[in-house]
């Protein structure tokens, strides 16, 4: 079994990436399951296979310890490492293909807190990857397009698994997709768009960060999708059986090449 995280800022896409993999793999002979991480979500576009609600109830949080919406959020990212053999038995008692997990919202709840980490270094599965979601939305300006690869990159330190970046919304924003295609594959491209800022400060502070990102090997092509039209899910599907298959390919050239 295999486990694909997706990680990304609230309304990104998260969860309906997840409905559109579950739906991908499934129409291709495979068997995926969906596990939602997400205590504080009302209502979700797939049913979860596998649900952290069914462990950790933020109303009841809320009552007995007489914690508001946030604190009882937070008190709920927190406790998800705590139900990780609960729902480990779970998963593996549908003894899937995939697991896909859909992350809580609030992506400094889950990534940059213990529990969130914790969960997935210990969560069992042979090959593990994390899809990080650019909401095309938001990144469509240089600057924005440089601060959310910041937080790529720091969510993978975070992480410590292998990485996806992954362009969502790409049917909202045809006329931008080219130039944050390229600022993707390209670093000088962002710096050139990254002139065109006015505010001169955060213009320099981009360019080093596009640079030192670049340097430290961050910097990575997006892969474009759109969930609506599921325009670009057949080149992501590709690119984590690459991943995923690693280890197989790894075994395959020892084998033959010693
Ligand atoms: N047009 C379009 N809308 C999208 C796409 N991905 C997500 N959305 C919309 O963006 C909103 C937030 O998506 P959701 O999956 O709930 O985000 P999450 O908070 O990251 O789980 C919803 O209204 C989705 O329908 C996309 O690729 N194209
Ligand atoms: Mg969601």
């Known amino acids: 079994m295999d486990a694909i995280f997706i990680t990304g800022t ?22 995926p399951v969906s596990l939602n991480l997400d205590p504080g979500v009302i209502s979700l576009p797939y049913t979860p296979d596998v649900d952290v609600r069914d462990y950790i109830d933020i109303n009841t949080l809320m009552d007995n310890y007489n914690l508001g919406p946030n604190g009882s959020l937070i008190m709920a990212n927190d406790m998800i490492s705590t139900k990780l053999e609960d729902i480990q038995n779970e998963i593996d008692n549908l003894n899937p293909d995939y697991v896909i997990v859909d992350t809580p919202g609030q992506i400094e709840l889950f990534a940059f807190r213990e529990s969130g980490p914790y969960f997935i270094s210990n969560f069992l599965a042979d090959n593990k990857v994390n899809l990080f979601i650019f909401d095309g939305v938001v990144v469509s300006s240089p600057i924005n397009y440089s601060s959310i690869s910041l937080l790529a990159s720091s969510v993978k330190l975070r992480l410590k698994i292998a990485q996806i970046n992954v362009l969502t919304k790409r049917d909202l924003i045809i006329d931008r997709l080219k130039d944050v295609l390229e600022w993707s594959n390209s670093h000088f491209a962002l710096e050139f768009a990254l002139n065109n800022e006015k505010d001169l400060e955060r213009s320099l502070l981009s360019k080093d960060l596009a640079k030192s990102m670049s340097k430290g090997g961050f910097m990575q092509t997006l892969l474009a999708v759109s969930n609506l039209t599921m325009n670009g899910i057949i080149n992501l599907s590709a690119a984590l059986d690459r991943i995923l298959n690693q280890d197989q390919v790894e075994e395959i050239k020892t084998k033959y090449e010693v």
């Open 10 to 31: 609230a309304g990104s896409g998260k969860s309906f990436l997840t409905s559109r993999l579950l739906q991908w793999y499934k129409d291709h002979q495979v068997f």
